[in-house]
Nanobody, 116 residues
Framework: QVQLVESGGGLVQAGGSLRLSCAAS????????MDWFRQAPGKEREFVAT????????YYVDSVKGRFTISRDNAKNTVYLQMNSLKPEDTAVYYC?????????WGQGTQVTVSS
């Protein structure tokens, strides 16, 4: 069983920054990759970024490359998403996700709103 709790969302002006956090509990955190997804109103949930268990490998959707950075602190069982140069189109509910032993786990989501 894995529990995921996001925090750090909010309202920010275009060009601003936010850092999201996702705290995990349960199975050995460093043994699995962590992802961030987002879902804008009226749209499907989309992948944003992923990081390997060790933190050595990351991958991003093209729309956030160069602006967002995913990282993790395995000692704190936490994954982060640093979001810079935010755009109104980044407005969405952001979810952290883990797939552990073939089962998907999701956090409750945190709202990010970027005003123009």
């Amino acid at each position: 069983q894995v529990q995921l709790v996001e925090s750090g969302g909010g309202l920010v002006q275009a060009g601003g920054s936010l850092r999201l956090s996702c705290a995990a509990s349960g199975r050995t955190f460093s043994s699995y990759a962590m992802d961030w997804f987002r879902q804008a109103p009226g749209k499907e949930r989309e992948f944003v970024a992923t990081i390997s268990g060790s933190g050595s490998m990351t991958y991003y959707v093209d729309s956030v490359k160069g602006r967002f950075t995913i990282s993790r602190d395995n000692a704190k069982n936490t994954v982060y998403l640093q979001m810079n140069s935010l755009k109104p189109e980044d407005t969405a509910v952001y979810y952290c996700h883990a797939r552990v032993v073939g089962r998907d786990y999701w956090g409750q989501g945190t709202q990010v709103t970027v005003s123009s």
